[in-house]
């Protein structure tokens, strides 16, 4: 009877060795690949802050960036109030001096519009 069991099992060990891989690359990309990516993202951002942009840190603190230095950025929190923050403590960027605000100029704006209804209603 041993012998059939033995025998019947054999391929037992190559089915446990092919769910094993595949739940490593299940865990990689669920959770390992995701996570990186995340890191990289945050670092790139960490690195591209500059003069000017308003940041939030880790605390839910807002600030503009007063200077930049390898590890620590300066925040004006208030009017004439500056405080040392570790550069890894900003968490994201709300407004990037680099980028400003699209405020597109439109040709026409409610005076205009208003106008041009006035105009067409007399026609």
Known sequence: ???????????????TLIMLALMLALLYFLMIR????RSRRIAEMQSSMGIGDEVVTVGGLYGTICSVDD????LEIAPDVVARYARASISRVVVSAADPEDESDDSTDDGDLEVAREGEKSS
Not at 4 to 15: E, I, P, V
Not at 34 to 37: I, S
């Open 1 to 15: 009877m041993l012998a059939a069991d033995t025998a019947s099992g054999g391929g037992g060990g190559l089915t």
């Open 34 to 37: 995701p996570q990186q990516r």
């Open 71 to 74: 590890e620590t950025v300066m």
